[in-house]
């Protein structure tokens, strides 16, 4: 309505401009053209576009209209200002996030979050917070989230279950945010760490105890590999023995004599030991 008044105004002052230089038919004229140009300016200020990927705000005199500008051509007061806003995946990042773990150690990380506001909450959210969501609402909700998980683990646990210790803080964040409409899809922590010292120390402690782990099943593997030797032997001596008996069960030194001929090839031995294992005697010839 005011930009009406105002283009009217306008064709009134560019028609009295008219009657001091022409005369009445010029007069009309000016008037038409002066309404002319409102017409086409207000028609020109009824639509406004939202692009792909965005939801518009319509604000009136700083009323802001509760009814969210979907994707698309929409017809609007040509009076009102459209923000557009980004609804589709963002990404915020909280540097030098600080905490205390339940060993009283100090950790510190950078946090990197992906979000998305809930484009039917959009009119609202930019009320209550307007386009700053990631430092009025989102930057204070994953500090206080890293806090509250971290301080219910152990300095050298945030190591170990590192994954687990992300999961807990993205659902605490999820639960948080909620209330405001925005949706937390994945979380990162980034250069996550302690002191210099007492990283090192840590790492130390993690390298002796996969060490002992490996001492323990390098043992169970040899152990095993014993084991399977010693039943290996036993074996083999059982087998003797039961040869042996079958030996012994059938005849003795016969037996073995019967084995013999039956593997003998039929030559003669070349040389003869004498009867006082002293004498060897050719017999080749």
Do not use: C
Request: avoid cysteine; glycine fraction near 8%; aromatic fraction near 6%.
């Amino acid at each position: 309505m005011f930009l009406i008044i105002v283009g009217f105004v306008i064709g009134l002052i560019i028609a009295g401009a008219i009657v001091f230089v022409s005369d009445f038919k010029q007069i009309g004229a000016g008037i038409a053209a002066g309404l002319i140009t409102v017409l086409l300016f207000v028609m020109g200020s009824s639509f406004t576009v939202i692009s792909a990927g965005h939801t518009g705000v319509q604000i009136t005199f700083g009323e802001v209209n509760p009814l969210p500008l979907t994707e698309g051509v929409h017809m609007v007061n040509p009076i009102s200002n459209i923000a557009d806003v980004d609804v589709r995946l963002q990404k915020a990042k909280l540097d030098g996030a600080s905490a205390g773990t339940k060993d009283l150690q100090q950790v510190h990380t950078d946090i990197v979050v992906n979000y998305r506001l809930d484009p039917l909450k959009v009119p609202h959210i930019y009320k209550e917070f307007g386009l700053n969501v990631d430092e009025k609402v989102l930057g204070p909700g994953i500090n206080e989230a890293f806090k509250s998980v971290t301080g219910h683990y152990t300095s050298e646990e945030l190591v170990t279950k590192r994954d687990l210790v992300s999961q807990e803080i993205l659902q605490h964040l999820i639960t948080k945010m909620a209330p405001f409409n925005i949706t937390v899809s994945n979380i990162s922590l980034v250069n996550f760490g302690f002191s210099p010292d007492y990283q090192k120390a840590i790492e130390q402690k993690v390298i002796a105890v996969q060490q002992t782990a490996k001492a323990e099943q390098d043992l169970r593997r040899i152990e095993v590999e014993a084991k399977s030797r010693i039943a290996q032997a036993e074996g083999e001596a059982k087998a003797i023995a039961i040869q042996a008996q079958a030996i012994q069960s059938n005849g003795g030194a016969n037996y073995v004599q019967l084995q013999w001929i039956e593997k003998w090839d039929g030559k003669l031995p070349a040389t003869v030991v004498g009867a006082d294992s002293k004498t060897l005697m050719n017999i080749s010839k």
